[in-house]
């Protein structure tokens, strides 16, 4: 969530012209303002610098949770194996890391699939791509193979519950990318239709909680189902644990990774569509579709009265999935302070496991376990700050326009 330019006066039309009221050059700043990407009012506009590293900065936060789940995926499996690996293990642990790694490959090569297909042409980036890529693929088709010849065809459907689940919610849930994207495009402004808000955050949530479910499953889970009943467990309950920290880390990485890819967009819809509380008043004027209305105003809507939360509020105020929504992304910091107390927790237990033990592989296992949970919080608190100072510049500037709208 990098901070944005603040538009130049020219851009913003004749918002604050003589003769119009507060509240009509309050909205068209704030039209505008969610239109146009805001910034703190005494910034100056800058020259766009062009930075090809920074463009695969975005792949960032999902490579970091693919190498963050196949270290926690060696390390339960060194605590149940005792770090003497088989090929069986092997095999389990390359499926699920490469499983894991396939929407990021996937990301590398999207965009020059994309050209190619447009232009009809095969490019030579595009070519090393898809040979780079298949050394993976090969390395996958032969864990896959080593699974196929070793384990029994019950623990095979194990390996494909979390996929057929998948699947399965495609198939009752059908959803293409042209759909997706085409709402998008109604939920960004200048629309901001809940409709749509509706349609991409469900979209979103349910990509969250399959990533979730996949990702705890391979990496806390299947690992102690796989165990042959023969095995001599070094300490069983550490196994549990460290499987409950690894999922539990899974759906960290995967809120961590929503904010940062799709915060902007959805915290700029949560300021536009804004809140309502159920208030006890008389004399509140009728709520209209589509009308905004500032802080403080009340309103009458379905027999009850509501009190705007909001600096714009233009949802519906007996709409408790807009309320939500507006919950979550209108002031993404408290959002994120949870999911920091929530690691913190998790780096305290581990903490208090490494104190206890007194084997040496325990303890490096236990040691690995921290570290992975210390770059997890250290990521938590930087996107927090990131989110905190971005929606602080934001809020500046719409006081700013408000308070020159009223001197307007």
Known sequence: MAPPRRPHRAQRGTATRRGRSDKDDFESDS????????ASPTEQPKAPVKSTWRSW?????????????????????????LWNYDRTVLAYVGFASLLSMRHLLWSTLQGSYTDARQSGTVSLA?????????????????????????????SLMMLLYPLVLRLSAQHMLPSSKASIQQQWEQARAPHYKLAALTTVTSSLVRECVFDLIEGGYYAGLMPILLAPPERAWMDRLQCVVLGVLSFAEAGTLTVLELYYIHGTELYHAARRLGAWKQVNANGAITWQPGQPFLKNRVVRHRKKSYRALDDLNTADP???IARYFWFLFRRPDRSLQALVLQQGLLIASQILAVIVTQHWLVISIWGGSLGLSYLTL???????????????????????????????
């Open 31 to 38: 039209s505008t303002a969610t239109q146009e990407t805001t």
């Open 57 to 81: 900065l975005r792949y960032a936060p999902r490579l970091y949770s693919v190498v963050a789940q196949v270290m926690r995926l060696s390390l339960l499996s060194a605590s149940i194996h």
């Open 318 to 320: 007996s709409d408790r």
């Open 126 to 154: 595009f070519g090393i791509k898809l040979l780079l890529l298949l050394l993976p693929l090969g390395w996958f088709l032969k864990c896959i193979h080593e699974l196929w010849l070793v384990l029994e065809w019950r």
């Open 378 to 408: 250290i990521y938590a608190i930087w996107l927090r700050r990131r989110v905190s100072r971005y929606r602080q510049q934001d809020e500046a500037f719409w006081a700013a326009n408000f308070a020159k709208s009223k001197h307007a």
